[in-house]
């Protein structure tokens, strides 16, 4: 089946270790999307690439980065991971970035911090 | 300032027993309102996009509908395999899905 895949599922860093995340997806999809869901918080978005071009939302740490060298893979990079830093990471994939198209998830990272 | 609320935050049910479930929205120029469903340790699984005021949505138990200020998620007679946290989220005039915190619902038989 076509789908978002996420790896890892749980991932575990010490205080400062940069820490890669990884998501790829079949369903050939122009946009990728990385949020962030703390504990019992609503989905937040940090940014999205529509097909190479890169777009950060204004509210978006500097620690966050992310890269996408083609079409099926996104990473984000997490530079000195704090422990406010501690959540889930979904990944979504989108046909286009119309209200028509809806946002299609992973099953996420959940990151920790020690 | 673009927000979503969702109520209840908690919502428990018996089996067979019919209930609706809250979006509250204010934002300008909304484009779509979104319902997902997403399990303990899931990412949210897409449900419906409703794009305005009147417009109806089904899926087997669920009926989702829009006014100018909100959308109702009905449950039909629930099954335990409908519990599951739903989540209300809009997109108005940028990429961003703008969700509310979701409703948690349990079901028991």
């Known amino acids: 089946d076509a789908m978002v895949i996420q790896n890892p599922r749980y991932q575990v860093t010490q205080f400062g270790k940069p820490v890669t995340l990884s998501c790829s997806q079949t369903l050939n999809h122009n946009v990728m999307y990385w949020y962030q869901q703390k504990s019992s918080q609503a989905p937040k978005l940090l940014f999205h690439y529509y097909d190479k071009d890169f777009n950060n939302e204004a509210d978006t740490p500097d620690n966050f980065q992310s890269r996408r060298p083609n079409t099926s893979f996104c990473f984000l990079d997490i530079r000195s991971p704090g422990l406010g830093d501690a959540a889930m990471y979904l990944c979504?994939?989108?046909?286009?970035?119309?209200?028509?198209?809806?946002?299609?998830f992973g099953d996420g990272t959940r990151l920790s911090i020690l | 300032e673009d927000q979503v609320t969702q109520s209840p935050e908690a919502l428990r049910l018996q089996e067979g027993e019919s209930s609706s479930l809250n979006c509250s929205y204010t934002v300008s120029g909304l484009r779509g309102l979104f319902w997902y469903r997403q399990d303990p340790g899931k990412g949210p699984e897409f449900l419906f996009t409703?794009?305005?005021a009147g417009e109806e949505k089904e899926k087997e138990r669920l009926k989702a509908t829009l006014t100018k200020k909100e959308s109702f998620l009905h449950i039909t007679a629930p099954k335990p395999e409908d519990s599951a946290t739903y989540l209300c989220a809009v997109q108005a005039g940028g990429t961003a899905l703008i969700f509310g915190k979701g409703t948690t619902l349990s079901v028991s038989s």
């Open positions: 409703l794009y305005s």
């Open positions: 979504a994939t989108s046909r286009d970035t119309g209200a028509n198209q809806p946002q299609h």
